[in-house]
């Protein structure tokens, strides 16, 4: 009986302790921190905090704080998640990297599919091919002629490898047949910083990072990744690649929110419904829209159809980064 009763006690208190914990959720005073696996101030970083901001108020006023664990191509802070306590007070905003890297990786120290709680996708975001702002090109034709005449000399900075910057530079110099440099940061805002300065000459970047820099004249701009040009005033007259010439090129990279496998149900829900008001906040669509994203309105804002869609997409990029020969270890 003795026996039984020191057997039953603390799995009684580990229920007693998640039940309270699931109810009370977020309970005050305690923050809800947000990884985002990325350097502070670059595009993954903008739309964690603009989220963090719309979020807080339907989780009752929570404290939202996001954390930068950065490095090695976003996958060091997704790890950090899955092995994070599984409370819903840790949470990982990632993005197209969830679905490229179990192929472009070949030893990521966690399973996208079955490490995570899927929450509900975010956003929508394309990408641009930029260049620093010495470049002599002024537009797409005279870029690729300049990519042409300096063969061997161009280095194209990106988040590292498995990053969204570091799929549209593989993609990018495979459809052009030409090999550039790679130049590896903790994300694209220090890429930026030195992409206006001149020390690295190429990136491919969300608009999230590189509509104000484009605004600003701060860097040259040359095309969008996606299918259709774009509304936003500072890219609406940027070609897309496939106009250019470059047929079937199309890269959209999404964000997704995940919290570690084995997040109490209830807590997911909470959570998945503060995305859902906060992906209605107009405040929010507002200063995603005026960086060129698109806020997700579909049902890939319910976690079974955010699962569906990242696993579809593992199976879409998989054969493409197979076919370019573009792996990393
Ligand atoms: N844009 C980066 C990427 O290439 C990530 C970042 O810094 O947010 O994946």
């Given amino acids: 009986m003795k ?26 005073d305690k923050t ?15 739309v964690a905090r603009d989220l963090a901001e719309a979020m807080r108020k339907p989780l009752g006023g929570a404290t939202i704080v996001v954390d930068n664990a950065a490095g090695a191509g976003g ?13 819903g007070y840790t949470l990982l905003l ?5 679905a490229t890297m179990p192929t472009l990786v070949r030893n990521i120290p966690f399973k996208v599919e079955s490490d995570f709680e899927y929450l509900g996708m975010v956003n929508d975001v394309p990408m641009t091919v930029i260049g620093k702002p010495a470049l002599p090109a002024n537009n797409y034709k005279e870029f ?42 903790k994300g694209t805002a220090p890429a930026m910083t030195d992409l206006i300065g001149g020390q690295i000459d190429l990136m491919c970047d ?38 250019s010439g470059l047929k079937d090129f199309e890269v959209t990279i999404w964000h997704g929110l995940y919290a570690p496998k084995g997040t109490p149900a209830d807590v997911q829900k909470k959570i998945n419904d503060a995305l859902k008001a906060a992906l209605k906040d107009p405040e929010f669509i507002k200063k995603q829209e005026g960086l060129g994203a698109v806020v997700v309105s579909d049902k890939r804002i319910e ?22 020969g573009v792996y990393a270890d």
């Fill in 144 to 185: 690729t002629a300049w990519i042409a005449q300096n063969k061997g000399k161009i280095n194209l900075g990106n988040a590292g490898v498995g990053s969204a910057s570091h799929l549209c530079g593989l993609l990018f110099q495979t459809a052009l047949k030409t090999d550039m440099t790679p130049v590896p940061y």
């Fill in 94 to 98: 990632h993005h197209i990297a969830m």
């Fill in 32 to 46: 809800i921190t947000i990884i985002v696996p990325f350097a502070a101030g670059g595009p993954t970083d903008r």
């Fill in 75 to 87: 996958s060091i802070g997704a790890n950090k998640t899955a092995k994070a306590p599984a409370d």
């Fill in 3 to 28: 026996t039984l009763f020191k057997t039953l006690l603390p799995l009684t208190m580990v229920a007693l302790a998640c039940g309270a914990q699931a109810a009370d959720f977020p309970i005050k």
């Fill in 206 to 243: 969300q608009t999230t990072n590189t509509t104000s820099q484009i605004e600003g004249k701060k860097v040259k701009a040359y095309a969008v990744t996606t299918a259709k040009r774009l509304t936003t005033p500072a890219l609406k007259d940027l070609p897309t690649l496939q106009e």
């Fill in 303 to 324: 976690p079974a159809e955010h699962k569906k869609f990242v696993a579809a997409e593992i199976a879409k990029w998989s054969p493409i980064i197979k076919a370019a």
